[in-house]
C-alpha cells in the first residue's frame, strides 16, 4: 500500500478562496475591511519567516496588515500596552503576538490581556474555555486545520478511533476537543504514555504533534490509517546545510498508511489559511453580524 498524499496547498488555497468570497461580501455589503495585527518581539529566524508569511497572505487576500516589530529587549509592561492599544483600535480586527516570547514576558500574561473576540489564535482562556464547553468562538488555527484535512478524507468522524499524540495548549488539546465535537473516540498520548506505539497503531486518524522528528515509524502505524504530520523539525542537512522533517517518518509510514499529510505542505498551509479565516470571523463578531462559514471541497480519499 501507497498512501495518497493529502495535499495542504490545494486544500488551504481552496479555504482562502472561500475566505475571499466572505471578505468581499464584508467590504461590498458593510464596508468592512478586516485588518490583522502580527507582533513579533526580537528577531528569531524561524518567527521572522512565520510572520512574514503570514503578512504577505493577509495583504493578498485584500485585508489591512499591521505588523508591529519591539526588540527582544522589550519588558511585558512594553509589549501589554501595545496590546492594549491594539485592543482598542477600531481597523484592527484580530491580534496575533507570535510566539515563543523573549524570557523576560509571561506570555500567559500577555495572550490573556488579548480581547477574546480578536484573538484569532484562540489562545485566550475565554476562548479556550468556550471550546471545551462546546459554544461558539475563535479556535485555534493549526487544530483547526488537521480537522479540515482529516474532513478531506472522512467526511464524518463519528465513531472513528482519532490518537492524537502530543498534549500542548496550542495543538494537541484543542485538536482533542474538536475531535470529541465531531463524535470520535479520541485518544491523547504523550511523550510518557506507555507502549506508545500500540496506542497509535489503535488509530483510524493519528494526528503527530509531539516535536521530536521521524518519531512515528511505519510499525506504529494501522494499515490504512490516514496520518496528520504536525511536526516541523530543522535536522542537518548535505553540505552544512538543514531541511525540514515531521514527526513522521513519512517515507517509511507512507507505505503503510491509507493517506498521509507531507512536510512541508501539509499542515503548515492550513495554519495560515485559518488565521485569515479567523480574522474575518472577528471582524463579522465585532460588527455584530454572525459569522460565515467556511467549508471546503470535501475529497474523498479511497483508503
Given at each position: 500500500?501507497?498512501?495518497?498524499?493529502?495535499?495542504?496547498k490545494?486544500?488551504?488555497a481552496?479555504?482562502?478562496?472561500n475566505?475571499?468570497?466572505?471578505?468581499?461580501?464584508?467590504?461590498r455589503?458593510?464596508?468592512i475591511?478586516?485588518g490583522l495585527?502580527?507582533?513579533?518581539?526580537?528577531?528569531?529566524?524561524?518567527?521572522?519567516?512565520y510572520?512574514?508569511?503570514?503578512?504577505k497572505?493577509?495583504?493578498?487576500?485584500?485585508?489591512r496588515?499591521?505588523?508591529?516589530?519591539?526588540?527582544a529587549?522589550?519588558?511585558?509592561?512594553?509589549?501589554?500596552a501595545?496590546v492594549?492599544?491594539l485592543?482598542?483600535?477600531?481597523?484592527?480586527?484580530?491580534?496575533?503576538?507570535?510566539?515563543?516570547?523573549?524570557?523576560?514576558?509571561d506570555?500567559?500574561?500577555?495572550?490573556?490581556?488579548?480581547?477574546?473576540?480578536?484573538?484569532?489564535?484562540?489562545?485566550?482562556?475565554?476562548?479556550?474555555?468556550?471550546l471545551?464547553?462546546?459554544?461558539?468562538?475563535l479556535?485555534?488555527?493549526?487544530?483547526?486545520?488537521c480537522?479540515?484535512?482529516?474532513?478531506?478524507v472522512?467526511?464524518?468522524?463519528?465513531g472513528?478511533?482519532?490518537?492524537?499524540?502530543?498534549?500542548s495548549?496550542?495543538?494537541?488539546?484543542?485538536?482533542?476537543q474538536?475531535?470529541l465535537?465531531?463524535?470520535a473516540?479520541?485518544?491523547?498520548?504523550?511523550?510518557?504514555?506507555?507502549?506508545?506505539?500500540?496506542?497509535c497503531?489503535?488509530?483510524?486518524?493519528?494526528f503527530?504533534?509531539?516535536g521530536?522528528p521521524?518519531?512515528?515509524?511505519?510499525?506504529?502505524?494501522?494499515?490504512?490509517?490516514?496520518?496528520?504530520d504536525?511536526?516541523?523539525?530543522r535536522?542537518?542537512?548535505?553540505?552544512?546545510k538543514t531541511?525540514?522533517?515531521?514527526?513522521?517518518?513519512?517515507?517509511?509510514v507512507?507505505?503503510?498508511?491509507?493517506?498521509?499529510?507531507?512536510?512541508?505542505?501539509?499542515?503548515g498551509?492550513m495554519t495560515?489559511?485559518?488565521?485569515?479565516?479567523?480574522?474575518?470571523?472577528?471582524?463579522h463578531?465585532?460588527?455584530g453580524?454572525?459569522?460565515?462559514?467556511?467549508?471546503?471541497?470535501?475529497?474523498p480519499i479511497?483508503?
Open positions: 500500500m501507497t498512501a495518497q498524499i493529502i495535499d495542504g490545494a486544500i488551504a481552496e479555504l482562502r478562496a475566505v475571499g468570497i466572505a471578505l468581499h461580501r464584508l467590504k455589503d458593510r464596508g475591511v478586516p495585527a502580527v507582533v513579533l518581539v526580537g528577531n528569531d529566524p524561524a518567527s521572522e519567516v510572520v512574514r508569511t503570514k503578512s497572505a493577509t495583504a493578498t487576500a485584500g485585508m496588515s499591521f505588523d508591529h516589530r519591539l526588540p529587549t522589550a519588558s511585558e509592561d512594553e509589549l501589554l501595545l492594549r492599544r485592543n482598542a483600535d477600531p481597523v484592527v480586527s484580530g491580534i496575533l503576538v507570535q510566539m515563543p516570547l523573549p524570557k523576560q514576558i506570555s500567559a500574561n500577555v495572550i490573556a490581556a488579548i480581547d477574546p473576540a480578536k484573538d484569532v489564535d484562540g489562545f485566550h482562556p475565554m476562548n479556550m474555555g468556550r471545551a464547553a462546546g459554544l461558539p468562538g479556535v485555534p488555527c493549526t487544530p483547526q486545520g480537522i479540515i484535512l482529516a474532513k478531506s472522512h467526511p464524518s468522524l463519528a472513528m478511533e482519532a490518537v492524537v499524540v502530543g498534549r495548549h496550542i495543538v494537541g488539546k484543542p485538536l482533542a474538536l475531535l465535537a465531531e463524535n473516540t479520541v485518544t491523547i498520548a504523550h511523550s510518557k504514555t506507555r507502549d506508545l506505539g500500540e496506542v497503531r489503535r488509530a483510524d486518524i493519528l503527530v504533534a509531539i521530536q521521524r518519531m512515528i515509524i511505519d510499525q506504529w502505524v494501522k494499515p490504512g490509517a490516514t496520518v496528520i504536525v511536526g516541523v523539525n535536522i542537518p542537512a548535505e553540505g552544512g531541511r525540514i522533517v515531521g514527526d513522521v517518518a513519512y517515507a517509511e507512507s507505505q503503510v498508511a491509507g493517506a498521509i499529510t507531507p512536510v512541508p505542505g501539509g499542515v498551509p495560515i489559511a485559518c488565521v485569515l479565516a479567523n480574522t474575518v470571523r472577528a471582524a463578531a465585532v460588527a453580524l454572525p459569522p460565515p462559514e467556511f467549508s471546503p471541497k470535501q475529497q479511497d483508503s
